[in-house]
T-cell receptor, first 115, second 113 residues
Framework: NAGVMQNPRHLVRRRGQEARLRCSPMKGHSHVYWYRQLPEEGLKFMVYLQKENIIDESGMPKERFSAEFPKEGPSILRIQQVVRGDSAAYFCASSQKGLGIHEQFFGPGTRLTVL | DQQVKQNSPSLSVQEGRISILNCDYTNSMFDYFLWYKKYPAEGPTFLIS?????DKNEDGRFTVFLNKSAKHLSLHIVPSQPGDSAVYFC????????????FGTGTLLAVQP
C-alpha cells in the first residue's frame, strides 16, 4: 500500500538548466497538488491537477513553470531555465475524489538546489 | 497576506505534559482545518482535521479545538512524547472546486525527556 512517491529526492541543477520533478499519487487517488516550501517558510500551493486536466494553477509562476498529469504515468512539474530563487523543497500531495474529502497525503518531497 | 498564522515559531515541553499549538486565520471562508506534522527531510504527515461545523475533534492523544468567532484553532497533544518533536503545520481550505490548502509557517515542537 504505497504512499505518494516522488523522484528524484534531491536534484541539483545549474542556472539555465531544466528541472523535472515526478509524482505518483497514492493508489486510488485521482487528485494531485504541488506545493513549494522555501527555506524558513510554510508550504505554498502551486497547482492542482486531475488526470489530463489542470484545475487550478493560481499559485504557479506564469513563466518557466508548467505541470501535467497525463492519463498514464506520473504527474510532472517542470521548471525551465532555473534560477537560484527556485531552490526549494517541492512537495506533491494526492487525495481521493469526492465531496467532503479534504485530507491530502504528501510525498517525501524533491529538494531542488540551483547552483 | 498571511491568511493562516502560527505566531509561535517554537515550543518546548516536558515529556508527559500537554503541548498546545496555536493557529489563527483571517479568511472567514475557510471551512476545514488540518494539522500536519513534519520531520526534517520528509513530507508532511496528516495528523487530524476538523470541519467548521464542529468545535472539537479528538483522535487518541491529539485533540483539535476550533473557535470560529475568534478565528482560532489549537492542537493539544497529551501526554507529549519525545517522538512528537517535529514541526507542526496548521492548514486551512475553503473547499470548493480546488480544495487547495493554505499553510501556516509552522511551530517547532521540542519534547524534552
Amino acid at each position: 500500500n504505497a504512499g505518494v512517491m516522488q523522484n528524484p529526492r534531491h536534484l541539483v541543477r545549474r542556472r539555465g538548466q531544466e528541472a523535472r520533478l515526478r509524482c505518483s499519487p497514492m493508489k486510488g487517488h485521482s487528485h494531485v497538488y504541488w506545493y513549494r516550501q522555501l527555506p524558513e517558510e510554510g508550504l505554498k500551493f502551486m497547482v492542482y491537477l486531475q488526470k489530463e486536466n489542470i484545475i487550478d494553477e493560481s499559485g504557479m509562476p506564469k513563466e518557466r513553470f508548467s505541470a501535467e498529469f497525463p492519463k498514464e504515468g506520473p504527474s510532472i512539474l517542470r521548471i525551465q531555465q532555473v534560477v537560484r530563487g527556485d531552490s526549494a523543497a517541492y512537495f506533491c500531495a494526492s487525495s481521493q475524489k469526492g465531496l467532503g474529502i479534504h485530507e491530502q497525503f504528501f510525498g517525501p518531497g524533491t529538494r531542488l538546489t540551483v547552483l | 497576506d498571511q491568511q493562516v498564522k502560527q505566531n509561535s515559531p517554537s515550543l518546548s515541553v516536558q515529556e508527559g505534559r500537554i503541548s498546545i499549538l496555536n493557529c489563527d486565520y483571517t479568511n472567514s471562508m475557510f471551512d476545514y482545518f488540518l494539522w500536519y506534522k513534519k520531520y526534517p527531510a520528509e513530507g508532511p504527515t496528516f495528523l487530524i482535521s476538523i470541519s467548521s461545523i464542529k468545535d472539537k475533534n479528538e483522535d487518541g492523544r491529539f485533540t483539535v479545538f476550533l473557535n470560529k468567532s475568534a478565528k482560532h484553532l489549537s492542537l493539544h497533544i497529551v501526554p507529549s512524547q519525545p517522538g512528537d518533536s517535529a514541526v507542526y503545520f496548521c492548514a486551512a481550505t475553503s473547499g470548493g472546486a480546488t480544495n487547495k490548502l493554505i499553510f501556516g509557517t509552522g511551530t517547532l515542537l521540542a519534547v524534552q525527556p
